[in-house]
């Protein structure tokens, strides 16, 4: 029997993860969440874990063989993903969710510190660096009520393109890396199956919706308008790094790990239908 504990057991990535484990005979699934009790994913036992309360880490990976870290996006990051592996066996396995060429990221090199951390932890590790979730799109709090309604799709691209990546297939890897040791050691960088511009982007979510998506080019000042202090910090650079091109690239990691292609921006979409176009 192997127990893997997924911090953000609720979220994107989490999710879906917890999913495929479960459905893993000889896998006990620890669901980590700031509030438990909202945790009810068939198979999944709930497990208070929150980054604001280490008195209750030993408890969350008593007996862990592996454990899924989602990088709380914070300034405080790498001293508490430190602390949290600190609390760990030293024969555990940590799968770190990190982003897209994380060297870049960051106030004074904040998500390679956060990288580093687990490198250096003593651990076995793997290091997930995904490109923008295509979720985004179907997340209440970014873009899917504007879709809902036929608005526009505000975004700073400068022109380039995104490799959007579907956080089931992060999630599908994670799963790899968790119990499967041949991938520690590695740093994963994770995209879609193909780049695309915001103004197709914009096409493909029309199509979805059936309503009349437009992307529309914002500066950065407008983009990240209503956050503050590091939340503003990282978001002005990630939409620096998007305009740089970063996130284009396509990478074949899903498939050579999962040995399946990663879904197209297509399938997700007419995967969530439901979501994108209620009846
Ligand atoms: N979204 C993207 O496009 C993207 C792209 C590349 C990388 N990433 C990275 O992926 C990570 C996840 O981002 P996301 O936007 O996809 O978020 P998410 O995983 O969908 O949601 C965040 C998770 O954090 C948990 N959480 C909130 N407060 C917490 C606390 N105090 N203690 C412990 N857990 C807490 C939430 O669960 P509970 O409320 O149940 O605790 C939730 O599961 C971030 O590091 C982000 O930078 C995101």
Known sequence: MSRVLLTGVRGKTGAPLAELLVARTGVEVLGGSSDPATVD???????????????GWPAATDGVDAVYVVRPDRAD?????????????????VVLLSERDADQVGPDGWAVRAEDVVRGSGRSWTVLRPSWFMQ???????????????GDLPFVSGGA???????????AVA???????????????????????????????AAATRRPVVHREVSVDEAVAGTEGFERELSVLTFERVRAGVFAPVTGTVERVTGRPARSLETFLADHEAVLRPA
């Open 77 to 93: 990051a790498p001293e508490l993903i430190g602390a949290l592996l600190d609390a760990t066996a030293p024969d555990t396995h």
């Open 175 to 205: 799963e790899r890396a968790l119990l499967d040791r041949g991938l520690a050691g590695q740093v994963l960088e994770l995209s879609g199956p193909g780049s695309l511009t915001l103004p197709r982007t914009a096409e493909l979510l």
């Open 161 to 171: 393109s995104v490799a959007w990546i579907d956080a089931r297939d992060i999630a």
């Open 136 to 150: 985004v799109f179907t997340d209440p709090r970014f873009y899917l009520g504007r879709l809902r309604d036929g």
């Open 41 to 55: 994913a068939a198979g999944v036992r709930p497990t208070p874990f929150s980054w604001d309360d280490p008195a």
